[in-house]
C-alpha cells in the first residue's frame, strides 16, 4: 500500500483552559485553503458553544475514529480530523486508519453562538491532553470555542512549535473520494426516538468483546424499532461491522435520535450504510464500508468521472463556481454553468475525488470543502484507473457494436459487453463483484475508447490489438 508522511504544523498545542467566564477551548489549526487562498494558520470562529457537553462528546468520537484501525487493529494510524468552516456551521470530519470508516461533526448554527463562521478547510489538533481534558467537561460549563488562533499567538510566534508526522495512505485519500459517492447513494430508511436509539446502540457488540463480530447483520425498521434479520428483506439495512459504531456511545446521554440511511438493496451482497445522531444543534455522523476487511478505498463509484476528459473540464468550470457553500445546489450550479444537472452531478464526484467537496446524507447535498493535503494522488494512484488507460495507450482495446474486446498484456482475451446501459466482463473480477464495486479496468477502458477521453492516446484499432 503506498503512503507518505503528511506533516502538520501548528503554532502550540490546542487547549481547554479555566477563565472567569467559564472554560476556553482553543482548536489550533493548520496550513489550510480559504477565500483569500492558502494560509497557515486561518481562524474560522471565535464565540461560545451552545451545547458544550455534547459538543464536546461529539468531537471526541471524530478523534476516537481518527485514531481507530477496526481491521488489523494491531496497526497504528491516526490523522488529526479536518476542519471546514462553511459560513454557518463548523463540520468536523475524520477517517479511521483501515479506512472503513468515515466519520463527520456537523456543528449547526444552533450550536454556535457570539461568532460569525469564516470559510476554509484545515487540520486542527486534537491531541491527548485536550481529549481528557474534553472528557471532564461538566453541564453547567459556559465553552468559550475558538477554532484558529487567537492575536497573542499571531502576533508572538516565531514559527510552529508543535509537528505531527502522519502516514497517509492512498487508499485512505481515495476513501474520502468514494465515501461521498457511496453516500450520494443512500435515501433515510429509519429514525428511531432517543430512548430507541440509545437502547439498540447499546446493544451492539464492542471491538475486541466476546461475542463481537466483525461480520455483516441486516436490520429492518418496525416502527419505532430496528428489529435484527438474518438475511436483507424488503426495507432492510445492512449493519456491517456492528462495533464500529462504537465511537456513537460518546453521545448516547445528548441523543434526540438516530437516523439511519442506505441504498435500495439488490441481492444480499453486503451494502454501506450511514448512522446519525440527533444532537442538540449537532448531528454526528458515521458512515461504514460494506465489509470490516473493506475500506471505501476499493469501490470504484469514482472511476467513471475519472475516465473522462469531459468531466475533468466541467470539473474545472464547476469548481471556479464554489464559494464554501454548506449545501451545494445542483440545479444553481447548472444553471451558471450552462451544463445539465447529469453533467454537474458527474463534475462534482470528480472534484470529490480531490477532497473538494463533501456529501451530507442528512440534507442529501454535497457541501464545499477543499482537504488539507494532495488528494489529487487519489485519482494518479488509483490503480484500476491507471491499468484502463495503460490498456488504452497500448491498443489493447477493439470495438465491434455493443461490444468490446480487451487483450491484456498477459494475451488473454477479455469480453466487454454494453447492455441496458451498464458494462459487463468476462474477466474474474467481474464474475467476482458484478459490478458491485464499480468496474473493471477492462470495461473502464472500453468506455474511455468509446468516449475518446484519453487525451492523444485513445486509438481503436481495426483488428487485434494485441500488446
Known amino acids: 500500500m503506498t503512503r507518505s508522511l503528511q506533516a502538520v504544523a501548528y503554532t502550540r498545542p490546542s487547549t481547554l483552559e479555566s477563565a472567569p467566564d467559564g472554560r476556553r477551548l482553543g482548536l489550533e489549526t493548520s496550513r489550510g485553503a480559504t477565500p483569500r487562498g492558502v494560509e497557515d494558520h486561518p481562524r474560522f470562529f471565535t464565540g461560545f458553544l451552545t451545547f458544550p ?25 491516526s490523522l488529526d480530523p479536518v476542519v471546514t468552516g462553511n459560513g454557518d456551521r463548523l463540520r468536523f470530519e475524520s477517517f479511521s486508519g483501515c479506512g ?14 457570539g461568532g460569525e463562521v469564516g470559510h476554509g478547510t484545515t487540520n486542527v489538533d486534537v491531541n491527548d491532553p485536550l481529549r481528557d481534558a474534553l472528557s471532564r467537561i461538566g453541564s453547567d460549563d459556559p465553552l468559550h470555542l475558538r477554532v484558529g488562533p487567537d492575536e497573542l499567538a499571531v502576533t508572538t510566534s516565531d514559527g510552529p512549535v508543535v509537528e505531527k508526522k502522519v502516514p497517509l495512505p492512498d487508499r485512505w485519500l481515495r476513501g474520502f473520494a468514494e465515501s461521498q459517492v457511496t453516500a450520494a447513494g443512500f435515501d433515510l430508511r429509519a429514525e428511531l426516538p432517543a430512548p430507541e436509539a440509545v437502547r439498540f446502540l447499546r446493544s ?16 429492518v425498521p418496525a416502527g419505532r424499532v430496528l428489529r435484527p ?27 434526540s435520535a438516530l437516523r439511519v440511511y442506505g441504498p435500495a438493496l439488490a441481492g444480499d451482497a453486503p451494502a454501506a450504510s450511514a448512522w446519525e445522531v440527533v444532537l442538540p444543534g449537532m448531528r454526528l455522523t458515521l458512515t461504514l464500508s460494506p465489509e470490516v476487511s473493506r475500506g471505501f478505498s476499493g469501490e470504484g463509484g469514482v472511476l467513471d468521472a475519472l475516465a473522462t476528459d469531459e468531466a475533468a473540464e466541467d470539473a474545472e468550470l464547476v469548481s471556479v463556481l464554489l464559494a464554501w457553500e454548506p449545501r451545494i445546489d445542483v440545479g444553481d450550479l447548472s444553471a451558471a454553468s450552462g451544463l445539465s444537472a447529469t453533467r454537474v452531478r458527474a463534475a462534482l464526484v470528480r472534484l470529490g475525488t480531490s477532497g473538494r467537496v463533501g456529501y451530507d446524507t442528512a440534507e442529501a447535498a454535497y457541501f464545499h470543502r477543499e482537504l488539507p493535503y494532495d488528494a489529487g494522488r487519489a485519482e494518479r494512484h488509483n490503480p484500476r484507473l491507471r491499468a484502463a488507460r ?26 466487454v459487453r454494453a447492455e441496458a446501459g451498464a458494462l459487463s466482463c468476462s474477466c474474474l473480477w467481474w464474475a467476482r463483484y458484478r459490478g458491485g464495486r464499480g468496474p473493471c479496468k477492462h470495461a473502464l477502458a472500453v468506455r474511455m475508447v468509446r468516449r475518446g477521453a484519453v487525451s492523444g492516446q485513445a486509438r481503436v484499432p481495426a483488428a487485434g490489438g494485441a500488446r
Open 53 to 77: 457537553q455534547a459538543a464536546s462528546a461529539g468531537l471526541l468520537a471524530v478523534a476516537d475514529v481518527a485514531g481507530a484501525r477496526y481491521h488489523q487493529r494491531q496497526l497504528r494510524s
Open 100 to 113: 472503513g470508516v468515515y466519520a463527520r461533526l456537523d456543528v449547526l448554527e444552533a450550536g454556535l453562538d
Open 204 to 219: 451492539l457488540p464492542r471491538p475486541g468483546a466476546r461475542g463481537a463480530s466483525g461480520g455483516v447483520r441486516w436490520v
Open 229 to 255: 434479520t438474518t438475511r436483507p428483506a424488503p426495507g432492510a439495512v445492512c449493519l456491517p461491522g456492528p462495533e464500529r459504531l462504537i465511537a456513537l456511545q460518546r453521545v448516547l446521554r445528548h441523543a
Open 390 to 415: 495503460d490498456l488504452v495507450g497500448a491498443g489493447a482495446v477493439t470495438l465491434d457494436g455493443a461490444l468490446g474486446t480487451v487483450t491484456a498484456e498477459d494475451g488473454h482475451v477479455h469480453r
